[in-house]
């Protein structure tokens, strides 16, 4: 999570960007969070799918998985070291179908209509989560689906240890530390998380919404109306 220009947060995820990816895929239990996130937007073959905020592309072999070869997964990032890993995994794979793009997620504009946008801890960076995700959805067909993942503190009984250990982590993956917040930045992360649920459920239909993790880690997805 920042608060500081694109330059210090690009430096900084740019500088991590391998130790993040192997955390990203490594980490017990997140390639099933990521899984079950994907199953949110309800891909059929053939749709295309934007992933804002894609990093290094941890999600892109479920996402193609679902889409399959002849659908499109594209990859927005405005950082390099985190798309330069993300090009070597479609390489790897040999993927056609999954393009990157260097955008900034809070700013992107979807020219045509797709299928669905994803977003997995990607809230935390956007000044204006309400706005940012108002818009993904107004680039998203009638039908189509928006799915959120997200770690914020939890609110579930004894979770004092628990937030404690995530503080800690969000100092850790926050550029600059606590300097230039107004409050502590797990309490501006949960803030965010929240601004983008109530866009989502203002938005969209058939929404749902899951906890996960000891109630640290949610789900979030919905449709768009189909008559809109």
Request: hydrophobic share 40%.
């Amino acid at each position: 999570m920042s608060r500081r220009g694109p330059s210090t947060a690009q430096q900084f995820y740019g500088r991590w960007a391998r130790l993040y990816d192997l955390l990203a895929v490594a980490t017990p239990g997140l390639s099933r969070l990521r899984s079950r996130v994907v199953d949110e937007l309800r891909l059929s073959p053939g749709d295309t799918v934007v992933e804002m905020g894609c990093g290094t592309g941890a999600n892109f072999p479920h996402l193609r998985r679902r889409v399959g070869p002849e659908g499109m997964v594209i990859g927005v990032d405005f950082t390099r070291g985190m798309l330069e890993q993300a090009r070597d995994r479609i390489d790897r794979e040999g993927w056609e179908n999954v393009h990157i793009v260097q955008a900034d997620a809070a700013t992107f504009s979807l020219r045509e209509d797709v299928d669905a946008v994803l977003a997995t801890f990607v809230i935390g960076m956007l000044d204006d989560p309400y706005s940012t995700v108002s818009r993904w959805l107004d680039g998203i067909r009638p039908g189509g689906g928006l799915a959120l993942l997200d770690a914020g503190q939890s609110s579930r009984a004894y979770s004092w240890p628990v937030n404690q250990a995530f503080r800690g982590l969000v100092l850790a993956s926050t550029p600059g530390g606590t300097s230039g917040f107004e409050k502590p930045p797990w309490y501006v992360l949960d803030e965010r998380i929240a601004e983008s649920r109530r866009a989502l459920s203002d938005r969209t239909v058939a929404v749902r919404d899951s906890q996960h993790a000891l109630g640290v880690v949610r789900i979030t997805g919905g449709r768009v109306a189909e008559n809109q």
